[in-house]
Each structure stands twice: as structure tokens, then as C-alpha cells.
């Protein structure tokens, strides 16, 4: 192993395993990266892409994207009205065209950053913007809570179910977090109107969701199994806290993939040992840390990276 040394300090998001590891001298694909909270039960999406790839280099590859039957796939599996329902490319732009398009938003901290940076205003009269489950938190809204905008990039791995409903809000969604592809950029807007998702498609950049995307999306469609996924989340979830509970740290449980641990400088330690946590101090969090579920096959290789620094502070 490399010798240990200070890992870059952390950005405003994670999903930065690889340069931290260019940064500690360690190999980029020996990394588990845990600051991103991905789907540990996905279907390989590198597998399939090489495929489609192979199948698409005369085809989709050639011609410009039409996101239209990819759309109306995914709004037949969500039981949506397909002229709600815009493709995007990734859930960031999802955020960016909402924003522009309301303007104002009320954020109750703590709470995910890029609600802000797009908005053009935080007023505390505006509809509320609100990730659910909340980002870091973890938790899920109540049923009788209400949002101008509902971020729902977590709600399918938390619940089983693609969408809580709430068809007079704005309903944002990330693919790229349920099938474990951020390099692909997948998400949609689902509008309270057909209107309103007009105006969305019509500052939408052209062409905004590539065609190796859109190809994809049917067959990941037909292997994405909420259910199962959301029951084997929790049984994962509550043996990664129970054995991380049972090497001393305070691991606090949520309803989302990942749990919160209260730790100075837990993403520091780990890094030398292959592991990246997310550093919850841009949320306003010191001293916490959201650390992503990991697949089953990663779990002893990550518990053998906390038992060896120690949860001493």
C-alpha cells in the first residue's frame, strides 16, 4: 500500500474516489467509493453498454437522439402521462431546468447544494424545495407534507415505488442513482401539467440526452425490480449498521442507501484504505459523514477498512 498521506480535501459533492486515489497513490479501480449513494443491486450497466454499443455503432450512434420512445417507456413503467414526462441528462439538469423555470424556492437547510446554485432566489415565502428521502438526512416527508418541488432521486430504493405522487408538484428523478451509472446521465422531470412540461423541453438544449442513453433505457427498464431492490436495501442496510455499530461507531440509520456516522475525521482516515465516504461539511454537518450502503461483495473489504483505523476519535 501506498504511504498515507492527506487525501484532497473534500468538494461540494462526492463521487471523487478516483482523484483522491491519483492523489494517495493507489489504484483508481481498487477504490470503493461510498460518498455516492448508488443502487449496490443495479444491473451491470457496463455490460449492457458495451452490447448496445456493438449494436449501435451503424445505429443511434449514427443519427441524432430522439428521446421520444424512451420516454414513453419510462412513462408507461412510472404510470405517468408521457406529456408530463421530460428526459434529462442526469438529474443535475432536471434541477437546472426546474430552477429556471420557477425561479424561487424555499430551502430548509440541511439540504442538497444544487438547489441553490441554480435557483435565481431563496425566499422563505416561495414553495419549498424538498429531496425525499432529505439529502443527508435520510428521512422520508410525512404524508401530509407538501413541496413545490419534490426531488425524488432516493424515493425508489427508499419505498419500492417509483414516485409519492404529487401531481400538482414538480417531481424530479434520477436514473442514474437507481441503475448505478453516473457516467451515463440519465433523469427526468415529471411536470404538474403538460404546459408547464412544454416550457421545460422548450429550454431544454437540443439534443440534451445522447443516444447511448436512450437506447439503453428500455432493457434497464425491464430489469429494474424496485421491490426486491428496496427489500434487500434494508436488510443490507441494517447488517452494515449493525456490524459498524459493533466496531464502536455511531452509526445513525436513515431511510435512504446510506447511513450518517459521526466521526471528525472519518473520510481522512479511511482513504488510504480504498474508501471514500462523503463529508457532510458542505451540508452544514461537521463532523458527520454519509456513507453510502456497498454492494454485497464490497462489505468485508469496507468493514476491514473501518476495523483497521478504529472508531476512537
Same mark, same amino acid.
Given at each position: ?11 461540494? +459533492? ?14 483508481? %479501480? ?21 452490447? =448496445? ?11 441524432? $437522439?430522439?428521446? !421520444?420512445?424512451?420516454?414513453? %417507456? ?34 430548509? =437547510? $440541511? =439540504? ?5 446554485? +441554480?435557483?435565481?432566489?431563496? #425566499?422563505?415565502? %416561495? ?5 425525499? $428521502? ?6 422520508? %416527508? =410525512? ?74 433505457? $428500455? #432493457? ?11 427489500? !434487500? ?31 471528525? #475525521? ?48
Amino acid at each position: 500500500m501506498a504511504s498515507i498521506t492527506q487525501a484532497p480535501a473534500p468538494g461540494d +459533492h462526492g463521487g471523487d474516489a478516483a482523484r483522491i486515489a491519483v492523489a494517495l497513490g493507489l489504484d483508481p %479501480a481498487t477504490m470503493i467509493d461510498l460518498s455516492a449513494s448508488m443502487n449496490p443491486f443495479a444491473p451491470d450497466v457496463r455490460e449492457l453498454a458495451v452490447r =448496445e454499443l456493438m449494436v449501435a455503432a451503424s445505429g443511434s450512434l449514427a443519427r441524432y $437522439p430522439d428521446p !421520444r420512445a424512451a420516454t414513453a %417507456a419510462l412513462a408507461q413503467t412510472i404510470a405517468v402521462d408521457p406529456d408530463l414526462l421530460v428526459l434529462t441528462n442526469g438529474g443535475a439538469e432536471a434541477i437546472a431546468l426546474v430552477a429556471g423555470e420557477v425561479q424561487a424556492g424555499n430551502i430548509v =437547510e $440541511p =439540504e442538497f447544494s444544487l438547489y441553490r446554485r +441554480h435557483l435565481a432566489r431563496i #425566499d422563505d415565502s %416561495a414553495p419549498r424545495w424538498r429531496s425525499n $428521502p432529505s439529502n443527508p438526512l435520510g428521512q422520508l %416527508a =410525512e404524508p401530509d407534507e407538501t413541496a413545490g418541488v419534490w426531488d425524488e432521486a432516493f424515493y425508489p430504493l427508499a419505498t419500492g415505488e417509483w414516485t409519492r405522487g404529487d401531481d400538482e408538484s414538480w417531481r424530479l428523478g434520477s436514473l442514474t442513482k437507481i441503475w448505478n451509472c453516473p457516467g451515463l446521465r440519465l433523469g427526468y422531470v415529471i411536470a404538474p401539467d403538460p404546459g408547464a412540461a412544454a416550457r421545460i423541453r422548450g429550454r431544454q438544449p437540443q439534443w440534451a440526452v445522447n443516444g447511448l442513453a436512450l437506447s439503453l433505457l $428500455p #432493457d434497464l427498464l425491464t430489469r429494474t425490480d424496485l421491490p426486491g431492490w428496496h427489500a !434487500r436495501m434494508g436488510v443490507l442496510r441494517s447488517r452494515f449498521a449493525a456490524e459498524l455499530i459493533a466496531l464502536g461507531y455511531a452509526a445513525r440509520p436513515t431511510s435512504a442507501n446510506w447511513l450518517l456516522i459521526d466521526h471528525p #475525521d472519518l473520510r481522512q482516515r479511511l482513504a488510504p484504505h480504498g474508501v471514500v465516504v462523503r463529508d457532510c461539511t458542505s451540508f452544514g454537518l461537521s463532523g458527520t459523514h454519509r456513507v453510502a450502503v456497498p454492494h454485497p461483495a464490497q462489505l468485508d473489504g469496507v468493514l476491514d477498512a473501518f476495523a483497521r483505523i478504529g472508531a476512537a476519535r
